[in-house]
């Protein structure tokens, strides 16, 4: 049985998502305005994500005034509650830029330092994930009701599709870019979709067979590495670590420890 309080976090979680998402989604000027930049030009943020991150703690404030928040766009309060949010409102800002469908509003709920519930919406694709802890990963789609997610079968790592990103600072792409250069050939093939909390929920999905990247921050995988497991993945570091900005990994049981020790053979990690 769902824990009451998981249950109401999970209502609330999946409440912000949808409105931020229908917000972001029908609210995109044909002309999008940037509002500031992040750590290069190339990445940016947009007026929208910021409005987006509004809404949402908004709603946590008037809701859970006791709880603490960890935003992206600053959005950061302490709480009392021993509950705390972490929100990345448009994981995907330079997709949402040019247009291009795979971005994702990303919120995850802490008891107590234990991420508990995890929600991810892509509006553009239609689909909205969503786990528990200890109560499976599901998904509402193109398909009728709830659909409970699983990993695929792990094939032989050739066969292997894995999913990677790539930092917006020069000299971290080019060490990323050689690593992938490395590991493509010992793989079926690398994809790049744009949004590390997509990523994880197609993972969950079946979808793909791997994740990594390196640069992420705790907004960008709540959420999705909460329904990456519910559904069945392994994720981590480093080898016996967890996920962090140095790595974060994910893959189905037989991709994820031989895609983990590649990664830490060719240095992923660091430049």
């Not at 469908?101 to 239609?126: F, K, Y």
């Not at 792409?173 to 010992?186: D, F, G, K, M, T």
Request: overall charge negative; charged content about 25%; hydrophobic content about 40%.
């Amino acid at each position: 049985m769902t824990d009451p309080l998981h249950k109401d976090l999970l209502d609330l979680a999946q409440e912000a998502a949808r409105r931020a998402g229908a917000l972001l989604r029908d609210g995109r000027p044909a002309d999008l305005a940037v509002a500031a930049t992040k750590s290069s030009p190339i990445d940016v943020v947009t007026e929208m994500d910021i409005a987006a991150e509004k809404l949402i703690t908004g709603l946590i404030a008037e809701r859970r005034p006791d709880d603490g928040i960890l935003g992206e766009e600053g959005g950061t309060t302490d709480g009392t509650s021993g509950v705390r949010w972490v929100i990345d409102p448009l994981d995907g800002t330079v997709n949402y830029l040019y247009g291009l469908p795979t971005w994702s509003v990303s919120i995850a709920a802490e008891q107590d330092g234990e991420t508990v519930v995890g929600v991810v919406t892509a509006p553009m694709r239609g689909e909205t994930f969503h786990a528990v802890l200890g109560g499976g990963a599901w998904a509402t789609g193109a398909w009728d009701g709830e659909r409970r997610l699983a990993c695929r079968p792990a094939p032989p790592l050739d066969q292997a599709l894995v999913s990677t990103g790539f930092n917006y600072v020069a000299e971290v792409r080019a060490h990323q870019a050689e690593v992938a250069q490395r590991l493509i050939s010992l793989l079926r093939d690398i994809r790049r979709g744009g949004s590390a909390a997509v990523d994880l929920c197609d993972l969950a999905a079946g979808r793909l067979d791997g994740y990594y990247e390196r640069g992420l921050h705790a907004w960008d995988l709540a959420a999705g590495d909460l329904i990456a497991r519910e559904a069945g993945a392994l994720t981590g570091g480093r080898p016996g670590e967890r996920p962090s900005g140095d790595l974060a990994v994910a893959g189905t049981p037989g991709v994820f420890e031989p895609l983990q020790r590649l990664l830490e053979d060719f240095g992923a990690w660091h430049d």
